[in-house]
C-alpha cells in the first residue's frame, strides 16, 4: 500500500558528501515522521535522524552538525544531506515512513524502504 523509494548512495571518500532522497507513495492520508536509519555490518539498526511533519527534527549525536534531514510534504519525500562523511558512517541507509495514516484503512502504520548502501573511505 505504500512504497518507499530510496536514492543517492554509493561510494565517496572521507570529508566528502551525498544527499540521499526518499519517496513515498501510495494511498497515503498522512505521515508523521520521516525518517533514516542505518545498519553497519554486525551492528543493530540506529537512527540516523527523523523529521516530523511539522519540520521539528531528531538526529544521534554522531551526526549532529554534520548531517541535515529536510522533508518536502506536496512531494512526500525526505532528503538527508550528508557533509563530513567519516568511514564509520559506512552502512546500509533506510528509510522510515513512521505513523502513517491511510486513506484506505483505519490505524498508524509503519514503513521501511529497500536500503541503500553508503561507504566511506578512508
Known amino acids: 500500500q505504500v512504497q518507499l523509494v530510496e536514492s543517492g548512495g554509493g561510494l565517496v571518500q572521507a570529508g566528502g558528501s551525498l544527499r540521499l532522497s526518499c519517496a513515498a507513495s501510495g494511498s497515503i492520508f498522512s505521515i508523521n515522521q520521516m525518517g533514516w536509519y542505518r545498519q553497519a555490518p554486525g551492528k543493530e539498526r540506529e537512527l540516523v535522524a527523523t523529521?516530523?511533519?511539522?519540520?521539528?527534527?531528531n538526529y544521534a549525536d554522531s551526526v549532529k552538525g554534520r548531517f541535515t534531514i529536510t522533508r518536502d510534504n506536496a512531494k512526500i519525500t525526505v532528503y538527508l544531506q550528508m557533509n563530513s562523511l567519516k568511514p564509520e558512517d559506512t552502512a546500509v541507509y533506510y528509510c522510515?515512513?513512521?505513523?502513517?495514516?491511510?486513506?484506505?484503512?483505519?490505524?498508524?502504520?509503519?514503513?521501511w524502504g529497500q536500503g541503500t548502501q553508503v561507504t566511506v573511505s578512508s
Open positions: 523529521i516530523a511533519s511539522g519540520g521539528s527534527t
Open positions: 522510515a515512513a513512521l505513523g502513517v495514516v491511510l486513506r484506505t484503512t483505519r490505524g498508524w502504520y509503519d514503513y
